[in-house]
């Protein structure tokens, strides 16, 4: 009775959130301890995904994507990762190294150095910036200390006051990640090269700078071809700033605070929301993940053989090996002793939390809100074991959503109420075809539910917003009907899982879906009916029915006295009868007056 009551206690102390994503009912004591860490910390929305041996047993997201709290969040969301994107940056650098196109102990400025711009160069007054190599700027030895104060402020990191760079550097609002490294190049170095570990957030933008410099395309794009989708990602993008700018299925940030805005305006804006310039932290800060593609980038580089990694087993190693300057961190990742590596990370609004263990457990903790104290820190990197260590049971199922899009999505619409899309598939088990009316369709479907199709669009399920599903299988082709005349319509093709791995659960890829716009054409008017050519076919048609015309009585012509002083004029003479026409009207004239008198 003691435990029933403990039990209902509990439940009222912490009412339950609103949860989405795969049931996973031999993980519910993570439900659980999730929604605890949610209500003692007061954060809004978290997504949490979590794999063993590779597969994808865990995955599901609680609270709000909304600042209104009106939307759940779900497994699909987007949100920024802050710092865990250095283990990012560091794993494309390395893929350099491995590739033989950097060296670590190459210097980073310089006419020595990969950056030989005088744009940097010109800026240096401390010689020993010449002797940053690219394994130093990795471990976080380069020589900057963002603790000691710079220009009045209490540390030197220029993300921290923007505004001041550009004042400084005569600058354009929001300043760049080149402004920024010029900024505190500017400033010299605070201690030698190599001497001691102090975390840099600039010394990874010179990282990114360096990718560009090397493989002459721009940091995002080259990251993206050569570590995401060679593993599979798909739900990873580079974030902005502003609300405004915010990517498709991105999560909002909560943040009570509000700072200066970094667009020189002169007014206060929420501090998740211009007090910093997002996409000048591309490579220390910038990106955006879900927490399940997040989980796929860990399993792209934990060296286990579960899943294929993006780097060789030597090069991991290599990156994972502790600098000399802190056992406990290596090459863009904290690691510990029992070989566990790991990154957080930290900005208004946001927290993250990755860990990838030798035995085979991963998992991504993304959350939209954050607190202050240590305590919550030591909680966030908790919460991980907590699930992984009480589970007794663990789900054969694997709820990865398909890595393949569809593609070459195209259509022709003939007639003005129907049209054909076909595409080539990807390697999802089948596949579902969204259709809207007026706009690119941007209601989507959700993780473990199944839809209905129809290609009369408007009878298929609808997801919201004008979208209805018009095809759901296996197909690659569908043939819609009972669309409006003269009207531009959007479609999309959504590659999802629903077999036996997923535990016949649905499991949708929502990011970089094939779309295809088409107008369908105007509905002939009746005047272009009428003015058609009549075709043989019509003519003997009309033949066959052609009624036949009234017997036709001749009447005597009548010679005309002639006139005196007067020509005789010329008298056409009378018709011989009344057409059929004229019979036809005289017909419709008496039929009116009657109707009238009636």
Known sequence: MKKLLALLLGLLAFPTLAQTGASTPQLAHCDAAIEQFMQR????????????????VYCRAFGYADLARTVPLRPSHLLRVA?????????????LVEDGR??????AFGPNGYLQSAYYTSAITDERIYDITVQQLLEHSAGWNRNAGTDGFPGSDPID????????????????DSTMVR???TKGLDFKPGARFVYSNVGYLVLGKILEQVTRQPYEGWVRQHILAPAGIQE??????????KAEREAEYFSKDQRAACYGTGKDVPAAYG??????????????????????FLLATDGVASRPDVLAPATI?????PSQNNRHYAKGWMVSKNKVSWHTGSLDGTASCVAQTTDGYTWAILLNGRAAPNRFWNDLEKLGWECIDGTTQWPAQDFFPPDQNAKNLRGSAAQPTTATLHWTRGNGTRRLVLLKEGGPVDALPQDGTSYAADAAYGHGSTLGKGTFVVAAGSDSTVALRNLAPNKTYYGRVVEYFQNDATGQQTMYALDGNPTWQFHTPAAPSLLTKLSRPTTKKALATATRHKVKPLPVTKAPIKKLAPTSGVKKAIVAPAAASESYLDKLRSKGRELLKWFAKA
């Open 41 to 56: 910390w007061k954060i809004p929305g978290a997504s949490v995904a979590i794999s063993r041996h590779g597969k994808l």
């Open 102 to 107: 950097l060296r670590l102990d190459h210097k």
């Open 183 to 185: 900024f505190l190049l």
């Open 161 to 176: 006051f923007p505004r001041h760079v550009a004042d400084v550097l005569s600058a354009p609002n929001p300043v760049g």
């Open 83 to 95: 710092s865990v994107s250095k283990p990012v940056t560091a794993t494309a650098i390395m893929k």
């Open 317 to 321: 190693e290599q990156m994972l090996e």
């Open 236 to 245: 990873a993008h580079l974030g902005h700033t502003l609300l405004a700018d």
């Open 275 to 296: 007090s910093w310039n997002l996409e000048a932290m591309n490579a220390h800060g910038g990106w955006l993940f879900s927490a399940r593609d997040l989980v796929r």
